[in-house]
């Protein structure tokens, strides 16, 4: 057995010496990595996703091409926005559909109070008083706002003068959250990719290409066979796996599950004593009972107490309680209290052969063992609400 606690001692303080060692390990690594992509930012990330330089892993021995653009596609302005006004704003937008550099659409709202992630918010002019709640909505070429409940759009704030003239002193991030939600409509119908945005004299401008002369996912979607059949292909992969544990089926499917996969000697051995028990078990009149258990090979003698050998009996006391709340109950009511005193009662089994009740300190006994009758507090209550139901007077 000491060769044994031995054993373990050792292989416990191994794993935990692995633990630290990899924690450290990781550690570093991570801190390795954070540094490189902070000090090498644009040559590593954002000239070779907008520019078509060469990407590589961060140990240099693997080496791609991996832009978010592409030569073929034509890259231009877009989309421009821009508002007037110190207080509630009116916002234009301006649209290149076919990037020629000619405008082809545009809209105005005006009225604007409030600015939402997908939407805008009117209100009593220049106050936030009265507000009504707008969506963006897009039908064929034609971008507008419909009027939806409060719940329907997300993350609005006040821009006018009632807000400290967010118009006026907070323009660039106004514009960015306008051409965000806008952008996001218009690109989803429009097969175009934003590139770059460019802010200047008070307006904001989003350069994009359209991808779909582009060699890209966007552009060729993969195909899917309506012959194929998928179901049928997971479950022979599920059976594949069945058998092994450590198998990524297993391991996410039997994530949640709490049970354990008992061994099957073991399952057995459960099993045939579970038989065993049930086909030595006895009782007799006075509930006294004997089974064999298989698995320590002994008898099991016991009895059950099926009845009662006495009627227990309780009593009820009462103590005070400190509470300074306004209201006793917890409710909201016309009424309330400068009482700091609340009585409250608990019931108790007797001890001493049900013969005494268990008082302690700052306690009485409201109620003697086996003498509780609460029946005249009850019909009292429900008295006095009766009579309290006949003095109501209703408003309407």
Known sequence: MNKIHKILLISLIASSSLAVDSYNEGYSLGGSLKGYFTNNKDSAINAPLTSGAEMSSVDG?????????CEEGKNAKYLSFSYTGSSDINIKVEMDKDLDGKIDHNWD???VSGICANGVVKC???TWNNCTYHQYILKGNTLSLKQVRKEEVSGCYCINNTCGSRSVNDRANILNDIGASISSILTTQDQKVITKTFSSSGSLDYYAQDY???NTAYANPPSVSPSSDLGSMAQEEILKESDNEYGVHNIFSGGTDNTHKLDKDFKNELTNNAEG???????DK??????TDTINSQSVNDSLQLKDIEKARYCEVMYEKIDTSAFDDGSHRGNSTNNTIMYQM?????TDNWSKCPVYAGEKIKHECGKINDMGEALAGLEAVNEASKDMVCSK
């Open 346 to 350: 608990e019931i108790r089994e007797c």
């Open 212 to 214: 779909s002369s582009c």
């Open 61 to 69: 021995s693997n080496k791609g091409n991996a832009s978010l653009v």
């Open 124 to 126: 009593n002019s220049n």
């Open 286 to 291: 006075n509930f006294n009972y004997s089974y």
């Open 277 to 283: 028990i049930k086909a030595t078990a006895k009782v």
């Open 109 to 111: 709202f005006i009225g």
